[in-house]
């Protein structure tokens, strides 16, 4: 099953690098999910420094003439999944590696048509891969010996804004420096009404070790990131590692990013730039039907409202002797097609063997809860056991309407009943 303690964390943060954060349940955000080359055209459009690169998606002939076009000294080339672990995974053709060096053009077309078409197996991918549709050919640069720092920038509650993190140990896992070196991490909060700085800039570029002109770009650098990470909504950049080349120049080599989903209507173009086809299944028809769904590995699915409510429902699931099947919060707007809606998509998961529904009816009316169910058990035949727990607004309304539906339900109390009630009835 998936683990218990994906928490609602951003890379960078593990407490701004330094405390463990408490984890109430498994759930795990879902962040709008760009592609590596889509957060590079991104800092490209912003004057950050980044490799050139072009984008081969048709085969080994066409990958050829942009490398041609490109003409660097060294090539990297990369296939574009939203997955990591590219370097050592294989493809469902044999061929090995998903990140490549080489510096004949050739090499290059032979190494993209091994890589379109082709599905693309890792550590962090299903275990039938996911395919490649588009790879990325890059200028690859020699990066100085002990020259790779690590640089994010992130909201923090504690400082109630942006918090710029650095350390001038990058290209490795930061969590591990943060634990064993927690002296090696900078931080240098920033006032989000002043802005940044050259102070705060110069400070946090002289931390990461870097020295004369290239100390000067890296202060260049670290301005743009800082309003980049404004302008375009983001709740987090993280560039590991950003690096000094022998070349005497600053890149940002590789970059994670992520929005606030409340500024959607703001950066639309980012969202609706997003890949879906490597989405769950589950998690795409929710995202849809605009539902905050998590699909998970259990076999008892939850329909809750509530983000807390439905951690909680998930924790005693488990306390319980039994596995969620995913993290469903329907909302406090939730409408009569939403709940339809969600109710057909758990039902759809073959997984699922027993049905939880946890409502506590505040802001969500019970009524809407209870006639979003039976609209859907109209279109399908339930094959699972149904434990219904209501309490709130129009309770009663909706248990009548439940009753009258003829859909055979397990009625529970409490949450703990219910959760005991939905385990076993699949024991």
């Known amino acids: 099953m998936a683990s218990l303690c994906r928490c609602l964390r951003s890379a960078a943060s593990l407490k701004l690098l330094q405390s463990q954060p408490v984890c109430a349940a498994a759930v795990q955000k879902r962040w709008l999910n760009l592609h590596e080359y889509q957060s590079k055209e991104l ?102 010996d002990g020259k790779e720092r690590y640089l994010a920038i992130l909201m923090d509650r504690e400082s109630n804004g942006p918090v710029i993190v650095g350390s001038p140990y990058g290209g490795m896992d930061i969590e591990e420096v943060a634990e064993n070196n927690p002296e090696a991490i900078f931080k240098e909060p920033v006032d989000i009404m002043t802005g940044i700085t050259d102070e705060i800039a110069e400070r946090m570029a002289t931390n990461l070790l870097f020295e004369g002109d290239n100390h000067k770009q890296a202060v260049d650098q670290i301005k743009k990131m800082y309003n980049m990470f404004i302008q375009i909504d983001a709740t987090q950049i993280e560039v590991n590692p950003i690096a000094e080349t022998t070349q005497g120049k600053v890149i940002c080599f590789d970059a994670k990013i992520n929005f606030d989903d409340s500024a959607r209507f703001r950066q639309k173009k980012f969202f609706d730039a997003e890949d879906k086809s490597e989405m769950d299944w589950r998690e795409r028809e929710a995202n849809e039907s605009d539902l905050n769904y998590i699909g998970m590995d259990g076999n008892i699915a939850c329909l809750v409202n509530g983000a807390g409510l439905a951690m909680a429902t998930m924790d005693i699931i488990k306390l319980k002797g039994g596995e969620p099947a995913n993290f469903l919060d329907v909302g406090g707007g939730v409408t009569e097609s939403m709940v339809e809606n969600a109710f057909k998509l758990i039902t759809k998961d073959s997984q699922v063997k027993a049905i ?49 539906s003829g859909m055979k339900i397990i009625s529970a109390t409490d949450l703990g009943d219910a959760a005991e009630k939905a385990v076993g009835s699949i024991a």
């Open 356 to 404: 939880l529904v946890n409502i506590f009816g505040g802001i969500v009316n019970c009524k809407t809860i209870a006639e979003g169910i039976t609209n859907a058990a109209k279109s399908i035949h339930l094959q699972v056991p149904l434990v219904v727990r209501l309490e709130g607004t129009n309770v009663d309304e909706a248990r009548k309407i439940l009753d009258a």
């Open 43 to 144: 800092m490209d459009s912003h004057g950050l420094a980044v490799q050139r690169f072009l984008m081969a998606e048709k085969g080994g002939a066409e990958a050829e003439v942009i490398a041609k076009k490109l003409n660097p000294i060294e090539f990297v080339i990369k296939a574009q999944i939203l997955a990591g672990g590219r370097g050592k995974g294989t493809f469902d053709n044999g061929f090995k590696g998903g990140v490549k060096l080489t510096k004949d053009p050739k090499e290059v077309g032979d190494f993209v048509s091994n890589m379109v078409g082709h599905r693309l197996m890792t550590k962090q991918t299903p275990p039938e891969g996911v395919l490649v549709q588009k790879v990325m050919i890059a200028e690859a640069f020699d990066i100085e």
